[in-house]
Structure formats: structure tokens, C-alpha cells
């Protein structure tokens, strides 16, 4: 394994790589520099989402052993790029999500830029930071901190859109609450229709290609909604049988989703009908079922995710390129392929240089994870966002993931409450045979030595089997501790971000004047 030092140091040659390449655009440009540490600045943002965001896509396939954790690095690496620079689009929001007006700059291009720099090394900072206390957060958040606080420290508070702000701020509660409650559903109809059943084979057979249809149905949906919106006008002149829109409908992104779900159930079937032949129904048998539909889930989400979100790490970076070049602020503004190739290649870097620690954390360090939970986590992350997308409801997808890891954790709790009071009765039991055990060694005398060694390690025995019975009546199967952190950070990610991006931008400006 990679040393830190060496890890540093690739990370670090590749965002001079990066500012060495807008050296050369730079020359002769006003104000070049800025162009330079911007770059600087987006590719090592970039390599934080990288590290941070991506473990959500394919955290839950590692934890469940579907994946190993190199090849997990290699899928996502490949799709998040692939997904930046095919479907990654040309013009991206200069301004994320309308957070602030671009007309309180009063067309100060300058001012604009030390602000949008601000925004990018501060989010970048602030991930770093997630990243290594392991506390998955959102970077749509991050940017959107420092976006605020640099528009804020630039033009005042008047410069906010709050009605924005507020959406941003429900999707704190909305998507982890979301995320966790379709996980739960879905995991309780595994267990209620398959492991509680019982002829769990026959269940399987029947079960399973419905399960990977759905599946499937949602994340083509997801993908034509997320993934394809920014090359969907060039999709319809090429393919002219798809409805001539702008972005991709609800209607048009279902149906294909369906299409596809409906053609992979009648694929499926007869291969999970021949699978299950001689399988005696074990938990293991039946997890096996899961792995390719979970190395799929993780292949389609890194594609979506390096897709849209890598606009967190080039939108403001092509911000300030168009920004230097024309010399005036625009809400919109084209991205040029050494800008999205920063942003695709960065996420792709960091994820192989720091991803493990919030893999490991996401997949296995809140709640242990099976590959039938880890599947359900998955759809839930799917699902979520459509669901989302179509009623109008602002969503994270950190906070859907990470909200569907706990909705599977807690669900396996209430199960295992529901036997407390069976647990109970066996635990008082075992107690009165251990007093029994305690009162007869007590009474037994050194005349009789075999005898009172044989109470002395049954009683011993006894107790340890009384100890593991208290544990198990205790059992918690979320880690309280890493659920209060990575909530707590979720709160702070916006106001932490726009602190810094707010301090970052006076320097910036005390610096260059």
C-alpha cells in the first residue's frame, strides 16, 4: 500500500499538472493568475469529491464483499470519468444552484473571480477535513457554503437568494429520511418474502428477478434523468425516435426504465430458475444472488455521480475561465475539455489515493453489511432520487446513501427487539442456573476436590454464557458515535464552508490589491 508521502505527492503533482496547463492559457491573459490558482484550486477540489462523495457508490458493494476494494477503486474510477467527459456536458451554472445574484457584482469580473476562487478552495478544505474525522458529507453542500460565502464577503448579505437556501437546508432532513425509509422497506420485503419463508429457494427463484428488474427500472431512470440531461439534445439529433426536448422527461426517462426493467426480468428469470438448482436455501446462497446487480449499481452510479456532480469541481473553475476571458460575469458559461478533464481525471485520482477511508466507513464501520442490504442501500440511493426529481424535493445523494445505511441498520435493530422479550426469559434462566451453580460450589467442602473443580468451571462457563446473553439483549447494531458525527458534520457543512470561503476571499482580496 501507497505510503502518505507518496500519496501527497501524486495528488499534489497532479494539481500542479493541472495549474502548469492554465499557465500556458494564462499567458498573456489579464489577470492570468487567477486562472492558474483557480485551476490549482478545482483539481484539488476535485480529488477531495473524489475521496469523500464516490464511497457512497460503491461503499455498500465493498462492505457486502461484492467488491474488493481494488476493484471497487478501478469501477468507479472508470465510470466517474466516463461520466464527466461523455455525458459531463458543455456549459454548467457559473453560480451553483442560484445561490446568490450575479448582478451584485455590478459586472466586476475581478471581483467575481477572487469570489468563485474563495468558493473552490474553501469546499475543497472543508472536504479534506470530512474526509479525514470519515464523515461522509455532501459536496453540492460544500461548493454551495463556499459559493454563499464568497458572494456574501463580495456584494453582503442582499446578494443571497434564501428562498434557495431554505430548500438546501430541508434536504438535511428530506433525503436521509428518504434515503433510510426505502432501504428499510426494501430490506424487510428480502427478509419478509425470502429468509422468513419457508422454502427460501422457491422464494429466491420468484423473488430475485423481480428484485433486479425494479432495480435496474430505476437506475435507467436515474441515469437518463442525471446522467444524460447535459448530452440529451445531442442524443435526439443523433437517435430521431426520442422526443425532441431539451432534457429528458419524466415520462421519457420512466419509460425507458421500464423497457429496460421488463427486458431484464425476461432475461433474468430462467438464469435465476437454473442458478438456484441444488442450492439448499443458506443465507450465503442467497446472498450470492446479489453481486452482479450490485457491481451494476455501482458502475451506473459513479457514471451518474461523474456525470452531474462533477460540476462541483469545474463550475466554478470554468467560471472564472470564461470570467477572465470575456472580462464580465455570466449565469452560464462553456466548459472547456481541460476544465472537465480536471474535474473527471481529479475525482478519479482522489478516489485512488484517499477513497479506502470513507469506503471502509460508509461500507462497514456504521452497520455490517450483507449483500442483501447492501442491494436495498443501493436501490434506495436510485429510487430516492427519482422520486425526488419528480415531486420537486431538494436531495443530496451523500445524504441518501448515508441515510439508507442507517435505515438498514436500525431496521435489523427493530427486528431484533421485537425477540427481547424471548431473549429476556432465556437470559433469566441462564441467571438462575448460574446462582444455582454459585450456591452449591459455595457449599461444596475440599473433601470431595474433583467435584468442586467441575462446579468451579461449570459456574465459569455458566457466566460466560450469561454475559454474551446480556450483550446480545443490548446489541446495537448502528454505531450511535459515527451516526451524531456525520450528522452534526451534514449541519455544519454549509455555515463551515461559508466561513472559510468568506476568509479565503479577504485574503484573496487584501493579497491582490
Not at 217 to 246: N, R, V
Not at 358 to 376: H, N, Q
Request: charged share 15%.
Amino acid at each position: 500500500m501507497m505510503q502518505s508521502g507518496g500519496k501527497i505527492a501524486l495528488g499534489l503533482g497532479f494539481a500542479l499538472l493541472a495549474a502548469w496547463y492554465a499557465s500556458g492559457l494564462a499567458s498573456g491573459m489579464a489577470h492570468g493568475g487567477f486562472l492558474v490558482a483557480a485551476a490549482l484550486f478545482g483539481a484539488y477540489m476535485a480529488m477531495n469529491i473524489g475521496a469523500n462523495d464516490v464511497a457512497n457508490n460503491v461503499g455498500p458493494a465493498v462492505g457486502s464483499g461484492a467488491l474488493t476494494m481494488t476493484g471497487a477503486i478501478l469501477v468507479a474510477s472508470v465510470f466517474e470519468a466516463m461520466g464527466a467527459l461523455v455525458a459531463g456536458g458543455d456549459v454548467v451554472g457559473t453560480i451553483k444552484k442560484g445561490i446568490i445574484d450575479p448582478a451584485a457584482f455590478g459586472g466586476d469580473a475581478v471581483l467575481f473571480v477572487y469570489a468563485m476562487s474563495a468558493a473552490l478552495l474553501a469546499a475543497a478544505l472543508w472536504l479534506n477535513l470530512a474526509t479525514w474525522l470519515k464523515a461522509p458529507v455532501s459536496t453540492t453542500h460544500s461548493i454551495v457554503g463556499g459559493v454563499l460565502g464568497g458572494g456574501i464577503a463580495a456584494g453582503g448579505f442582499a446578494i443571497v437568494s434564501w428562498g434557495t437556501m431554505g430548500k438546501i437546508a430541508a434536504s438535511w432532513v428530506i433525503s436521509p429520511v428518504l434515503g433510510g425509509m426505502i432501504a428499510a422497506g426494501f430490506l424487510y420485503l428480502i427478509k419478509s418474502r425470502i429468509l422468513f419463508q419457508e422454502d427460501r429457494v422457491a422464494a429466491a427463484r420468484k423473488l430475485v428477478p423481480v428484485l433486479i428488474a425494479v432495480m435496474t427500472a430505476a437506475f435507467l431512470t436515474y441515469l437518463t434523468l442525471k446522467g444524460l440531461k447535459h448530452i440529451w439534445k445531442d442524443l435526439t439529433e443523433t437517435l430521431s425516435f426520442l422526443p425532441q426536448t431539451k432534457k429528458p422527461t419524466f415520462g421519457v426517462a420512466l419509460t425507458l426504465g421500464m423497457i429496460g426493467g421488463v427486458a431484464a426480468y425476461v432475461w433474468l428469470k430462467p438464469r435465476i430458475a437454473s442458478r438456484v438448482v441444488g442450492m439448499e436455501g443458506h443465507r450465503d446462497e442467497i446472498n450470492e444472488l446479489f453481486t452482479v446487480p450490485l457491481i451494476f449499481a455501482a458502475a451506473m452510479l459513479s457514471f451518474a455521480h461523474g456525470a452531474n456532480d462533477v460540476a462541483n469541481a469545474v463550475g466554478p473553475l470554468a467560471a472564472v475561465t470564461d470570467a477572465l476571458s470575456h472580462m464580465n460575469v455570466s449565469t452560464k458559461a462553456s466548459i472547456p475539455f481541460w476544465v472537465m478533464a480536471v474535474g473527471g481525471i481529479g475525482i478519479s485520482v482522489g478516489l485512488a489515493l484517499y477513497g479506502p477511508r470513507l469506503i471502509r466507513t460508509v461500507g462497514s464501520e456504521i452497520t455490517e453489511l450483507d449483500r442483501m442490504r447492501a442491494f436495498s442501500i443501493m436501490m434506495a440511493a436510485a429510487i430516492t432520487v427519482v422520486i425526488a426529481s419528480q415531486l420537486g424535493l431538494p436531495v443530496s445523494s451523500t445524504h441518501i446513501a448515508v441515510g439508507a445505511v442507517f435505515g438498514v441498520g436500525f431496521l435489523r435493530e427493530w427486528l431484533d427487539s421485537k425477540k427481547a422479550d424471548e431473549k429476556r426469559t432465556e437470559l433469566e434462566r441462564e441467571m438462575e442456573k448460574q446462582r444455582a451453580l454459585k450456591a452449591e460450589l459455595d457449599a461444596c467442602d475440599d473433601s470431595d476436590p474433583a467435584r468442586k473443580l467441575e462446579l468451579i468451571n461449570a459456574h465459569k462457563a455458566q457466566k460466560k454464557k450469561v454475559k454474551q446473553l446480556k450483550k446480545a439483549l443490548k446489541a446495537q447494531y448502528v454505531k450511535r458515535e459515527l451516526v451524531k458525527k456525520i450528522v452534526a458534520a451534514w449541519l455544519i457543512t454549509v455555515p463551515a464552508a461559508a466561513v472559510l470561503s468568506a476568509i479565503i476571499f479577504y485574503i484573496i482580496k487584501g493579497v491582490a490589491s
